[in-house]
């Protein structure tokens, strides 16, 4: 073994420990496992513990951990190359190019490429103010999440007080940007007791006054993720997509889809797809790099993009590892893995409704492929959320040897998005280790 990597594989938990001490990081919920290999849907920490994966590493690993087929390509590939410029043209990026274009909806064939969601997100943006002149205000949704950049993270639900207190992005508002939010038709939530149908009437009525009266001239773009996960796993219904779709029409003004985190995980490619609603651009990452930094957008052929001059310019044009991985994997999803995804979704959907039989605080499930939220209520009827509660069901769960991921701006959301890969077995082991965690929290 290199020098270099056994000295690291060896740290003790003091080293670690006194290491830990130059560590700073921005976001996440650290202090749990410290995570030494993978494989599959499983992980196991340094301790040897095991878990199953119900993250997917903040849903990035669609082929779960240690892919053999992508380490394979990747291996092969990091001889002749490992890093070029952007503006040096490579035969990975040509092809995962055209691959996209020929999955994304009709009409959208252009790419472009960067490192990370946040970043994509802004690139998106730039596509706007570049094709709807003589505007400035952007739109984007209540509990909406697109990132932690300066450009992004002002339409992110952290930025403001969603939560029951000012965080994250509101350290830096004076450098960020103001989005004008509109009403998001979370159904199963709405802040004036009727009836779903009616509730998305409503948040489009009041979406519409806010394009014709509440914003200087037209908006540059409304930014909308068709399901708002870090905001609860929030599935925003098919007629209401289809209505903003209208009203972007109608306002001369772009849509655009942040599918960071649908993107193949709800059993379609896109989810412009499953709701049948095209927008203008889309937006795609974590999951689209294997496990590598890879993130990007893909913009109508209606609309002018980027151009050389500097408009959207990277050091790194994405490590060539991660295109070809990229390549792999759409080759996979098409195979064989999501209908993996709608397969497993449905199975896990079905049992989980069996199990709200014998635990009501289960309020609400939500789920589209596995893109999968439960919503904890204390009663079914008043909604009152259960926090604290939520968490020590996901910390439990740490405890049996499961990862589940928390959601939802009042944190009572427990996700359930494991690698695509994951089969019906494990998603029994799932829903056992499910089970007995909520047992220990809500039965005690």
Known sequence: MNKLLKEIYNMDKAAMKKAAENVMVGGGTRGGPILARGKGVRVWDIDDNEYIDCTSQSWALYLGYANDEINDIVRDHIENLTHIHQGFDSKPRFYLSQRLAQLAPEGMNRVSFTVGGGPAVEAAMKICAKNV?????FVCLYDSYHGTSLGSMGASWISTKANGEYMGGTSFLSLTRPFIRVPNPYTYRNPYNVDAETYIDMCLTMTREVFQ??????????LIEPIQASGGQIILPKRYLQEMRKLCNEFETLMVFDEIQ????????FAAD?????????????????GFPLAGIIISDQLEGFTPN????????????????????LELLEEWVLENCRNMGAYLNSKLHELAKDYPEMGDIRQAGLHIGVEFVADPKTKETLEKETVDIRNAGMKNGIIFGLGGVRRNVLKIKPPLIVSQQECDE????????????LRR
């Open 213 to 222: 009266r509440g914003i200087a001239g037209r908006p540059v773009g409304v």
């Open 133 to 137: 002149p003589h505007a400035r205000d």
């Open 274 to 290: 499953y709701f049948g609603v095209t927008p203008d651009i889309i937006v795609i990452g974590k999951a689209l790099g294997g």
């Open 430 to 441: 799932i829903l056992e280790k499910l089970e007995k965690s909520m047992k220990s929290v």
């Open 262 to 269: 649908t993107f193949g995980r709800i059993g379609e490619m």
């Open 310 to 329: 500097a408009e959207e310019l990277h050091t790194f044009a994405n490590p060539t590892a991660s295109f070809v991985a990229s390549a792999r994997l």
